[in-house]
C-alpha cells in the first residue's frame, strides 16, 4: 500500500466480538416474534365469546418469577467468575442458574395442570386460551432451550473443561438467558396484569 | 496486496472422482462455494416459476380459456409467487451477498460457515417440501395437492373447513423452514460485517454493497419473524385447533393481514436492497466515476430501511380502516419515495460528466434504473389510498410488482451476474450473447407488463383463472402472453450463456473490468483462502488509490 | 376549487378518454368512466397524480437519457483513455434533489388526505337507501332490510339524478373467506370480511347497468363471482321494490314442478318466500326468473341454461357449492319450468 498509512500497523485494530453480535441479531428476531404473539394477546384481551375469563383462573406467579429473575443475577456471577478464572464458583453459579430456571419451568407445569384439569381452559377452549397457552409456551420453550445450553454449559464447567478463554462464549449464552428473563417480564405483564 | 501476477491454470477438469467433487460441495462451509450453490438452486426454480408463468399465461391469452382447470390455475399463481419470491430472489440474493461481503470486506469467510452451511441446506430442503406438495397434500375440494390459497395465504381461507387436506401445511411448513434460513443468513451477515472487517476499514469505507446487505440482514430479522409467528399461529389453529384465525370463534382474519404485510412490506426492500447494493458498484465502474454522494447514499438506504416497516397496511387500504389509519399509511408510504428518489438522483449524478460504456453490465443497469423509475412512480399511485380503492387487486398492482421485481429486480441480478461471473469463473461471458438477452428480454418485459398496467385500469381483477369475453381485453392479453415466451426465449440464451461460457469464455483474470474494490485484487476465481495476505486499507475504493497514485481517493474522503 | 377538479377538468374526460380508447375500448369496467359520486372523486385525484408522476418521469426520464448520451464514452475523442474527473458529491445539488420531492410529497399527502375523509367520513343523508350485503363462496347475498327484500347476485338501487341524492349504504360482512365488493364505475372496493361489517356507500348519475366482481381471492370460482348493479329512476326502483316484496307467484301450470322441488333437498338450501323452502345457505329464489343471470352473473338466465345448471353446477362452474341434483330428465324439466315462472 501507499506510505501515507492512516492506520499505523502497531495500532490495534478491534472489531466487537462475533458471538455477541450474532446473540444479539438473534434477539433482536426472536424480539420480534414474541411481539407479534403479545399483539395478538392484547388484541384478544376481552374478545372471548366464552369463558373461563383470565381474572376467575389466573393467580399471580410471584414465586416462580422471582426464582427465574434471579437467575439473570446469578448467570452474570457465573461470567464474572469464568473471567476471574474462578473455575468453582463458575460451576456453582451456574448450578444456581439451572436451578432456578428448573423451578420456574416446574411452577409453569403445576400452573398448566391446574388450568387444564380443574378450570378446563386449553388452547381450544377460546381466545384466552389460545393465546394465553401460545405466549408462555412460546417462552417457556425458549426457557427449556436455555436450560439445555446452561446445563451443557454446567457439566463442562464440572469437569473441569472451561476455562477463561471460554468467558466470551458464556457470555453469549448469559446474554441469551437474559433475553428470555428480559421476555418473561413483558409476559408477566401482559398476561398476569393488564390482560387480568 | 495480494494481486496474482503468475498466470493460473483456467478451470482444468477435475480428475477427481465425481464422488469426492460431490462430497466436497455438500459438506462444504466456505462461503463461495455455499453462495455458488445458492444462485444455482435460484436459477433451477426461476426456470420452474417461468413455467408456471407461462402455463398460467397461456390460460389468459384469450377470454373463456379451458387450457387449465380453476384449480390448477389457482395452484399455479400461489405455487409461482411462492416459488419466485422465497426460492428465486431471497436463495440468489443471499448468494451474490455470500460471495461477495467477505471478499469486498478483505476478510477470509463468512463470521459463522457452519450456520452458513445449515441455512442453505435449510432452505433447499424447503423448497424441495413446497414442491412435493403435488404429490403429498390435498388441496381444496380433495383435488390435486399443491397450496392454492394465493401467496399470501389470507385467513380463514387457510382454516381446515376452507382448505382440507395438506395442501396449506406444505405451504406453511416451507416458507418457516425457508425463514429460518434466511434469519440465519443474516445473522450471519451482520455478525461478519461487524466483526470481519479488515484492518483500516471503518464503517464509512464500506463499499456500499456491504452497507446495503447489513441493512436488508437487519430488516430480515425484524420481517420475517412476524411471518414466522404468524405460521406457527396457522398451525396451532389447524392442528390444535387453537382461535388466532378462526372468525366463529371471535378471531379476525384482518390480523393475519396485518401480521403477513407486517413481513410482506419490508421483504420487498429486503429484495430490493442488495439490487441497490449492485447498482451501486456496477454503474460507478460502468462511467467511471465514484459514486455521487456516498453518505447521501448511505444514509438513504439505512432511512429506507427503517420506513420500511412502517408502511405495510398500504396493502390493506380496502379492509375497512378508519380514515386516520388509512391516512397515516399514505403518509409513510409517500415519505418512504423520497430516499429511494435520492438514490435514483444520486445514480444519474453519478453518470453525469462520466465516460459510460454500453457493455452488457451496463446494459441491464440502464434498463433497472428507467424502469425502477417507472414502477417506483406507479407505486406513488398506489399509495394514494383512494385510486387504491379502485387499483388494489387489479392487474395494475400485478404490473406494478412485475415491474419492479422483474424490471428492476431481475434486470440488475442480470447485470450483476455478467460483472461477477468472471470472478467467481475466471471467464468472461458471451458479450454477443449478452446483448441478445438483453434485448429480447426488453422487447418480451415491455410486451407483457406495458399492457398489464391498462387492463388494469380497465377493470381486470387479479388472481381469476379467466374473464369475460365481453370486456375486450382479449387482445391485450394476447400481447401480455406472447411476451412472456419472449422472455423466455432470452432466459434460455442466458442460460447457454452462463453454460458456454464456462468452458469457453475468454479468460477473465483478476480485474477485466478496470474495478475499484477489494475482490477484484485477488485471483479469478479466488483461491480457497481469499486473500494471501489480509488487506488493509485507507479508503473507499483501495484499488482507485492503487491505479491513481497521483489522484487517491483518500485526498477527497 | 380544489388543485384535482383544476387538473382534472383540463386533462381528463377527452384526452384520457382518447387515450384510452387508443390504447383500449373504454369498458364498462374502466375506473376512467366513472358513474357514481366516489368513483369521480377518485378519478378527480388520479388525474391530479397521473400528472404528477408524469411529469416527474419525463424530468428525470430525460435526464437520464440525456445523460447517457451526452456523456457516453467516444474512443475517438482525445483523452478517452483517462478517467473523467472524479466527483464525490455535492451538498447544494443534493439538498435541492431532497427538498422538492418532500415539497411534492406534502402536497400529494394533503390532496390525498382529503378525500380519504370527504369519501369515508361523508355523513349518511336521510333518505339513503340501506343495503346489507353478504358475501357467500361464490355468490352475493343483497338484502333491504327495511322493505324485507332478499336477492342474489343482481343489486337494485335507485339513481340519482340532478335535484336529489340518493346513495345507496352497504353494511357488508362475509358468510365465510374473505371476498371484496367491486363495481368500478361506482366506487372504489371495499373488502367483505368475516366477523366484520364494513360499510361503504355507492351512487350512480345515470340509470344503467354497472358490471363489477369479487376483488379478493376467495377460493376456486373467485373468477366467476361477479357482480351486476341495476340503477334504476325512483319509480322503477319503487316497482321493483314492491313487487320483490310479494311472495312467490303461483301458477298452477307448474304445480308438479313445485312438488319435485319441494320434495327434494332445494329446501334445506334456498327460500321461496311463501312455500316451504325456507334454507338459506344458497340463494334466494323467491324471483329467481325476475333476474338476467344465473351463477353469478357468470351466465344468463334461459331456460337451456338452469336446466343444465341445475342437472350440474359444475359444468359452468366447477367447485361451487351446489352440489348435482341427480334428478331424472323428467323432474328436471319439471322443476326448471317452475323455477322459470318465478317471476
Given at each position: ?196 | ?364 443497469s440502464i434498463g433497472f434504473l428507467f424502469q425502477f423509475l ?94 369475460p369475453m365481453d370486456r375486450g381485453w382479449g387482445h391485450l ?17 442466458f442460460v447457454y450463456n452462463l453454460v458456454h461460457s464456462y ?55 | ?343
Amino acid at each position: 500500500m501507499s506510505d501515507a498509512a492512516t492506520i499505523p500497523q502497531n495500532e490495534t485494530w478491534t472489531l466487537p466480538s462475533r458471538g455477541i453480535v450474532g446473540m444479539a441479531c438473534l434477539i433482536t428476531a426472536e424480539s420480534a416474534i414474541f411481539l407479534i404473539f403479545v399483539v395478538a394477546y392484547l388484541y384478544y384481551v376481552g374478545k372471548s365469546l366464552t369463558g373461563p375469563m383470565p381474572r376467575e383462573v389466573l393467580d399471580l406467579p410471584i414465586f416462580t418469577s422471582i426464582c427465574l429473575l434471579s437467575s439473570s443475577a446469578t448467570v452474570h456471577f457465573a461470567t464474572s467468575a469464568l473471567h476471574r478464572a474462578a473455575r468453582s464458583a463458575t460451576t456453582l453459579w451456574l448450578a444456581a442458574t439451572v436451578l432456578l430456571g428448573a423451578i420456574f419451568l416446574g411452577g409453569t407445569a403445576v400452573e398448566w395442570y391446574h388450568l387444564i384439569v380443574y378450570d378446563h381452559l386449553t388452547i381450544q377452549t377460546n381466545l384466552f386460551g389460545t393465546t394465553f397457552y401460545s405466549l408462555v409456551g412460546l417462552h417457556a420453550s425458549h426457557v427449556i432451550v436455555g436450560l439445555v445450553l446452561l446445563s451443557l454449559a454446567l457439566i463442562f464447567s464440572a469437569k473441569g473443561a472451561l476455562t477463561r478463554e471460554h468467558t466470551n462464549r458464556l457470555e453469549v449464552i448469559a446474554l441469551y438467558w437474559h433475553f428470555v428473563d428480559a421476555v418473561w417480564i413483558v409476559v408477566f405483564t401482559v398476561v398476569y396484569i393488564v390482560g387480568r | 496486496m495480494a494481486t496474482q501476477t503468475a498466470p493460473l491454470p483456467l478451470t482444468e477438469p477435475s480428475r477427481r472422482p465425481a464422488t469426492a467433487v460431490l462430497h466436497e460441495w455438500i459438506t462444504t462451509v466456505d462461503h463461495k462455494k455455499i453462495g455458488l450453490m445458492y444462485i444455482g438452486y435460484a436459477l433451477l426454480f426461476l426456470v420452474v416459476g417461468g413455467v408456471e408463468a407461462m402455463l398460467m399465461r397461456i390460460q389468459l391469452i384469450r377470454p373463456e380459456n379451458h387450457f387449465l382447470s380453476p384449480l390448477v390455475f389457482n395452484q399455479l399463481f400461489t405455487m409461482h409467487g411462492t416459488t419466485m419470491i422465497f426460492f428465486v430472489a431471497m436463495p440468489v440474493l443471499f448468494g451474490f451477498g455470500n460471495y461477495l461481503v467477505p471478499l469486498m470486506i478483505g476478510a477470509r469467510d463468512m463470521a459463522f460457515p457452519r450456520l452458513n452451511a445449515f441455512s442453505f441446506w435449510v432452505s433447499v430442503f424447503a423448497g424441495f417440501l413446497l414442491y412435493f406438495s403435488y404429490i403429498g397434500g390435498n388441496g381444496l375440494y380433495g383435488g390435486g395437492g399443491a397450496p392454492d390459497v394465493g401467496w399470501w395465504a389470507y385467513a380463514p381461507l387457510t382454516s381446515k373447513v376452507f382448505s382440507p387436506g395438506h395442501s396449506s401445511d406444505y405451504w406453511t411448513l416451507s416458507i418457516l423452514l425457508a425463514g429460518i434460513g434466511s434469519i440465519g443468513t443474516a445473522i450471519n451477515i451482520i455478525a461478519t460485517v461487524v466483526s470481519m472487517r479488515c484492518r483500516g476499514m471503518t464503517a464509512y469505507r464500506m463499499p456500499l454493497l456491504v452497507w446495503l446487505y447489513a441493512v436488508m440482514s437487519g430488516l430480515v430479522l425484524v420481517a420475517i419473524s412476524p411471518l414466522t409467528a404468524a405460521q406457527i399461529m396457522l398451525l396451532l389453529d389447524r392442528y390444535l385447533g387453537s382461535h388466532f384465525f378462526d372468525t366463529q370463534a371471535g378471531g379476525s382474519a384482518v390480523l393475519w393481514m396485518h401480521y403477513f404485510w407486517i413481513f410482506g412490506h419490508p421483504e420487498v426492500y429486503v429484495l430490493i436492497l442488495p439490487v441497490f447494493a449492485f447498482m451501486n458498484e456496477i454503474v460507478p465502474v460502468f462511467s467511471r466515476k465514484a459514486i455521487f454522494g456516498y453518505p447521501a447514499m448511505v444514509a438513504a438506504s439505512v432511512g429506507i430501511g427503517f420506513v420500511s416497516v412502517s408502511v405495510w397496511a398500504h396493502h390493506m387500504f380496502t379492509v375497512g380502516m378508519t380514515s386516520a389509519g388509512n391516512t397515516f399509511f399514505v403518509l409513510a408510504s409517500m415519505v418512504i419515495a423520497v430516499p429511494t428518489g435520492i438514490k435514483i438522483f444520486n445514480w444519474l449524478g453519478t453518470i453525469w460528466g462520466g465516460k459510460v460504456q454500453f457493455r452488457v453490465p451496463m446494459m441491464f443497469s440502464i434498463g433497472f434504473l428507467f424502469q425502477f423509475l417507472i414502477a417506483g412512480l406507479t407505486g406513488i399511485m398506489l399509495a394514494v389510498a383512494p385510486f387504491d380503492w379502485q387499483l388494489n387487486n387489479s392487474y395494475f398492482v400485478v404490473a406494478h410488482f412485475h415491474y419492479v421485481i422483474v424490471g428492476g429486480i431481475l434486470f440488475s441480478l442480470f447485470a450483476a451476474f455478467y460483472y461477477w461471473y468472471p470472478k467467481m469463473t475466471g471467464r468472461m461471458m458471451s458479450e454477443r450473447l449478452g446483448k441478445w438477452h438483453f434485448w429480447l428480454f426488453l422487447i418480451g418485459f415491455h410486451a407483457t407488463f406495458d399492457p398489464m398496467h391498462f387492463v388494469g385500469l380497465d377493470g381486470m381483477v387479479r388472481r381469476t383463472f379467466t374473464y369475460p369475453m365481453d370486456r375486450g381485453w382479449g387482445h391485450l392479453n394476447a400481447v401480455i402472453s406472447i411476451g412472456a415466451f419472449i422472455q423466455a426465449i432470452a432466459t434460455l440464451v442466458f442460460v447457454y450463456n452462463l453454460v458456454h461460457s464456462y468452458f469457453k469464455g475468454a479468460p477473465a483474470g483478476p480485474d477485466p473490468w478496470d474495478a475499484w474494490t477489494l475482490e477484484w485484487s485477488t485471483q479469478s476465481p479466488p483461491p480457497a483462502y481469499n486473500f494471501a495476505v489480509a488487506p488493509t486499507v485507507e479508503s473507499r475504493r483501495p484499488l482507485w488509490d492503487l491505479k491513481h497514485p497521483e489522484d487517491p481517493d483518500t485526498l477527497y474522503e | 376549487m380544489s388543485l384535482e377538479t383544476i387538473v382534472s377538468s383540463t386533462l381528463s374526460p377527452h384526452m384520457l378518454s382518447a387515450f384510452a380508447g387508443f390504447v383500449l375500448p373504454p369498458g364498462s369496467t374502466s375506473i376512467f368512466n366513472p358513474a357514481g359520486t366516489p368513483a369521480h372523486s377518485i378519478f378527480s385525484l388520479s388525474m391530479l397524480v397521473l400528472s404528477i408522476t408524469g411529469g416527474v418521469f419525463v424530468v428525470v426520464g430525460g435526464l437520464l437519457l440525456y445523460a447517457l448520451l451526452r456523456y457516453r464514452h467516444r474512443t475517438n475523442d482525445p483523452g478517452s483513455n483517462e478517467e473523467p474527473q472524479q466527483i464525490y458529491g455535492s451538498t447544494q445539488i443534493e439538498l435541492s434533489w431532497t427538498v422538492i420531492p418532500v415539497l411534492i410529497v406534502v402536497m400529494l399527502f394533503l390532496a390525498t388526505a382529503r378525500i380519504i375523509f370527504a369519501t369515508q367520513d361523508a355523513p349518511k343523508p336521510q333518505n339513503a337507501l340501506d343495503v346489507t350485503v353478504v358475501g357467500h363462496q361464490f355468490w352475493w347475498e343483497f338484502r333491504y332490510p327495511k322493505f324485507g327484500v332478499v336477492t342474489a347476485n343482481e343489486l337494485h338501487i335507485p339513481a340519482s339524478d340532478a335535484q336529489t341524492h340518493t346513495p345507496a349504504y352497504l353494511s357488508m360482512i362475509s358468510a365465510d373467506t374473505d371476498h371484496s365488493f367491486w363495481v368500478p364505475r361506482l366506487a372504489g372496493k371495499t373488502d367483505v370480511i368475516p366477523n366484520r361489517v364494513n360499510t361503504m356507500w355507492i351512487d350512480a348519475d345515470t340509470p344503467g347497468l354497472y358490471l363489477g366482481q369479487c376483488a379478493q381471492y376467495c377460493g376456486l370460482e373467485h373468477a366467476k363471482m361477479l357482480l351486476r348493479v341495476y340503477a334504476q329512476t325512483p319509480a322503477d326502483f319503487a316497482a321493483w321494490v314492491a313487487h320483490q316484496q310479494q311472495p312467490a307467484l303461483e301458477d298452477p301450470s307448474v304445480a308438479e314442478g313445485r312438488a319435485v322441488f319441494e320434495h327434494n333437498a332445494c329446501i334445506s338450501c334456498h327460500t321461496v318466500r311463501g312455500t316451504v323452502a325456507t334454507g338459506t345457505f344458497g340463494p334466494d329464489l323467491t324471483h329467481l326468473a325476475s333476474r338476467d343471470t344465473i351463477a353469478s352473473g357468470s351466465v344468463p338466465l334461459t331456460r337451456d341454461n338452469l336446466h343444465e345448471f341445475i342437472a350440474n353446477p359444475a359444468s359452468f362452474k366447477p367447485g361451487v357449492l351446489m352440489p348435482p341434483m341427480h334428478l331424472n330428465d323428467h323432474d328436471l324439466d319439471l322443476v326448471t319450468d317452475y323455477l322459470m315462472t318465478l317471476k
